[in-house]
């Protein structure tokens, strides 16, 4: 069974400080990856996501993930955070040819500081 | 509608009430599920219904919980007996698959259950 982990729970940043989440997952077969956030008081909403080709993927609002298929992991990163990126985190991943279910990690809750 | 239509939006029950929750997917989705998204154990996958082909329990907690999706669209989840340990914000999403399909989901805003 596919699952994920996120290591960072919270992360506390100034403006402009450069963001990256970590985000690794256990399946032996090829996957599809993503990115969801969750503004507060909003729902959840696809950031980015990964099916094939360049492994660098680029999101809404600067965002971009990395798939490094050795090190099983797909990483958020954005060179300069923003007030209004405050938000909570998630990296999900979905087996290829499993349909549509999405394994979630736990999250990453994300405050950027003036 | 335009988006995944959830109710009620907060429910407030004593322990050991039945509870329904209701999820009207995006008109044309063939694929709905069902998430239990509680304070720090992020999004926790409870069933998955996919056209009209068998639905995935595999996430159910425990024979307590149970749902249905009538004539392919609409959704409700049942809780029977609820415990303390059930409160938490119940997350309905829906999704278009087959050619073409990019396997995202589309969140509605959840059912806050508070179970007294």
């Known amino acids: 069974a596919q699952s994920v982990s996120q290591h960072n729970h919270h992360v506390i940043l100034s403006e402009a400080a450069s963001l990256e989440l970590g985000c690794n997952y256990s399946?032996?077969?090829?996957?599809?990856l993503f990115w969801y956030v969750q503004y507060p008081g909003q729902h959840l909403q696809l950031l980015l996501k990964?099916?094939?080709?360049?492994?660098l993927v680029k999101g809404i609002k600067g965002f971009e993930a990395e798939f490094i298929k050795s090190k099983f992991s797909f990483n958020l990163r954005k060179p300069s955070v923003q007030w209004s990126d405050t938000a909570e985190y998630f990296c999900?991943?979905?087996?290829?040819?499993?349909?549509?279910?999405?394994?979630f990690g736990t999250g990453t809750q994300l405050k950027v500081e003036l | 509608g335009a988006g995944v239509s959830q109710s009620p939006s907060n429910k407030v029950t004593e322990k050991g009430k039945d509870v329904e929750l209701r999820c009207d997917p995006i008109?044309?989705?063939?694929?709905l599920y069902w998430y239990r998204q509680s304070l720090g154990q992020g999004l926790e996958f409870l069933i998955y219904?996919?056209?009209?082909?068998?639905?995935?329990k595999s996430g159910l907690p425990s024979d307590r919980f149970s749902a249905e999706r009538t004539g392919g669209s609409v959704s409700t989840l049942t809780i029977q007996r609820t415990q303390q340990e059930d409160s938490a914000v119940y997350l309905c999403?829906?999704?278009?698959?087959?050619?073409?399909?990019?396997?995202?989901?589309?969140f509605g805003e959840g059912s806050r259950l508070t179970v007294l």
């Open positions: 219904f996919q056209g009209n082909s068998a639905p995935d």
């Open positions: 999403a829906s999704s278009s698959t087959g050619t073409g399909a990019t396997g995202e989901l589309f």
């Open positions: 399946y032996g077969g090829t996957v599809n």
């Open positions: 990964y099916f094939s080709g360049d492994p």
């Open positions: 999900a991943v979905n087996a290829k040819g499993g349909g549509n279910k999405l394994t």
């Open positions: 008109s044309g989705h063939t694929a």
